[in-house]
């Protein structure tokens, strides 16, 4: 990069966004199809549903800590690597976000054809993640990156590895 530059403030973000809501909604939309009938767990409906809300209000919470109070738009203009705040549980807390609500919304359809989801949602976001922004950020940051890699998950909130 450039002196000066910055990190894409969106990078690849809608993409993962985009298509993993794409394959929620489908889920959605398919849960009742007959092909899928064989899937539906309806003795386990309510239980799911309560893990599918709660899911999703963590997904949102996460979302909150990551954009508006951990101010992530000022640390990449700025050229600062966020660590702290949402950025000190995950690497990608808005991604996996959106990941964790959309598992929420895969618990309340209730239906095992589409467990399968949350784990290609994660793959997805390993894949894209390791391709793009986490090239980016090694070579803007360097050893802090490496660092702050080897001490934070990549996709699921975690408490941090000890320094």
């Known amino acids: 990069m450039k002196e000066g530059e ?3 403030i969106y990078g690849v973000g809608p993409i993962y966004v985009y298509v993993i809501a794409a394959l929620t909604l489908a889920a959605v939309l398919l849960r009742n199809h007959p092909i899928f009938s064989s899937g539906r767990l309806e003795g386990a409906h309510t239980i799911l549903m309560i893990l599918g809300i709660l899911l999703i209000a963590s997904g949102i919470a996460l979302w909150i800590y990551a954009v508006p109070i951990s101010k992530i738009d000022d640390g990449i203009k700025e050229n600062h690597l966020v660590t702290t705040g949402a950025y000190a549980f995950v690497r990608n807390p808005i991604y996996s976000a959106a990941m964790i609500v959309c598992t ?10 589409f467990f399968i989801l949350p784990f290609v949602y994660w793959l997805f976001m390993t894949v894209l993640m ?34």
């Open 104 to 113: 929420g919304v895969i618990l309340i359809v209730s239906n095992v054809w």
């Open 6 to 8: 910055h990190l894409p």
């Open 130 to 163: 390791k391709a793009t922004e986490e090239k980016w950020l090694k070579e803007l940051y360097g050893k802090e990156y490496e660092e702050y890699c080897r001490r934070v998950n990549r996709c699921l909130p975690w408490l941090p590895k000890k320094k």
